[in-house]
């Protein structure tokens, strides 16, 4: 969430932000207008209340001589009347200026590229050889079903298009992922975490999933909580509503889990194998640090995740979102895709993002400088990495003429030994 103060002294820098970024739903005349108006209650609200405080310093001393107060205690009924209902337009006033807030868009970084959308986006490193191979290879969902790894019929049997399930190798294989990169980045000095699957709505409000992007997440009604689309909610919000000490930062956290999500925006698209499906795992890095570190610190997320791909062998280039593409919270992120043969393209498993301040107001989450001043802090996140695209690119990257698929180097003490599924 944007400071009130920031859009008031830059307003025409906030709205070039929202159309930088395609948002349309974000008003700011009308915010502006809010804050005129609840400034404006305020002030008379305190005069109010200043004029029946001296009413009351009056009553005192007319009761203190003996005398009759009886007019000047109706007249101070009327000035409490008058405080009352100020205090209800000033509260329906502030609740239809946060709603409005929550519409308005982080401000991007002036490093952004702007462009309206991912043909803007900026190749900025590329990384390993594309395989070459003697013979067409094939894809991933004719290789799984071949040698018995994926199962697309019987995952949409149970719950329907846009979810699979994996069986023997295929199962072992993403586990073998997720423990090896959990392990990976412990090692690098992150805290491990284990969260709920699920998230309440002030969670999610907080990290900026919502109102934004309600329609792509599954809602539990009856209890007003959500499947996490992303273990950012659950991770970042460990802290909402706290005010941490310097000595605390940086943190450093990853998590494991499921990720649930509608896509209801993306209808129609890599609609074949498990390219864009409803559950995946991942698992996901925050960093909740000090603001003068922050674009260091996204640096090194970046290459935390790079380093991962590189002992997987997996080839990959990095990509800077142009404003259209950044997501609604973040102020500059990098997307890295890997390369995968059989699909013939580059897909998408981590986007590296600093929020600078942005979802730290909307939870609330601060900490107390040197000086001891209470300041937001900033928050960063990044997939380390997201499977099954990557399981994707392993599986036909990797594979032989006999249909077989090697397993790498890095993975192999994770399937005992297995060198490769076949």
């Known amino acids: 969430m944007l400071d009130i103060k920031f859009i008031r002294e830059n307003p025409e820098a906030v709205k070039q932000a929202c159309k930088n970024k395609n948002e349309k739903k974000a008003d700011i005349d009308h915010i502006l207008s809010l804050d005129t108006e609840r400034r404006r209650l305020l002030t008379e609200t305190e005069a109010l209340r200043a ?3 001296k009413a009351s310093q009056e009553i005192a001393k007319v009761k203190k001589a003996g005398g009759d107060a009886s007019d000047a205690i109706a007249g101070m009924k009327e000035v409490s009347n008058k405080v009352g209902d100020m205090t209800e ?3 329906q006033v502030e609740e239809q200026l946060n709603t409005a807030l929550l519409w308005v868009p982080n401000i991007p970084h002036e490093s952004v590229p702007v462009g309206p959308d991912e043909s803007a986006n900026v190749t900025i490193r590329e990384w390993g050889e594309k395989p070459s191979f003697s013979f067409e290879p094939a894809p991933h969902w004719d290789l799984g079903e071949k040698l018995g790894i994926i199962d697309l019929p019987r995952g949409a049997k149970v719950a329907g298009s846009g979810f699979f399930a994996l069986k023997g190798q295929g199962a072992r294989l ?9 392990d990976y980045h412990v090692k690098a000095g992150f805290t491990e975490v284990a969260v709920p699957f699920v998230s309440r709505s002030e969670s999610m409000y907080g990290t900026g999933q919502l109102p934004k992007l309600a329609e792509d997440m599954y809602w539990l009604k009856d209890d007003d909580m959500y499947l996490i689309p992303t ?11 706290e005010i941490l000490s310097e000595e605390e930062l940086p943190k450093n956290y990853v998590a494991y889990t499921p990720c649930f999500r509608r896509e209801a925006g993306a209808a129609g698209k890599d609609t074949r194998g498990i390219l864009r499906v409803h559950q995946f795992d991942k698992v996901e890095m ?3 640090v000090e603001p003068a570190t922050s674009y260091k610190e996204l640096e090194a997320l970046v290459a935390q995740a790079e380093g991962l791909l590189k002992l997987l062998n997996v080839p990959f280039r990095t990509r800077v979102l142009a404003t259209g593409d950044l997501s609604f919270s973040a102020a500059k992120c990098y997307d890295i895709e890997i390369w995968a043969a059989g699909v013939d393209k580059y897909l998408e498993v981590s986007s590296v993002s600093n929020y600078e301040d942005f979802q730290a107001r909307r939870m609330n989450c601060r900490y107390r400088d040197k000086d001891k001043k209470v300041q937001f802090v900033h928050t960063l996140n990044g997939s380390g990495t997201a499977l099954p695209r990557l399981m994707v690119a ?14 790498p180097e890095v993975l192999r003490p994770y399937m005992d030994g297995c060198e490769r599924i076949k």
């Open 51 to 53: 004029e029946q405080n």
């Open 89 to 91: 337009m000033i509260r």
């Open 174 to 182: 993403s586990r073998a992922l997720i423990q090896f990169m959990l």
């Open 231 to 241: 273990a950012e909610v659950p991770v970042t919000t460990l802290h909402r509503e």
């Open 286 to 288: 925050v960093k909740i």
């Open 394 to 407: 392993l599986i036909e990257n990797n594979q032989t003429e006999n249909g077989e698929v090697i397993v």
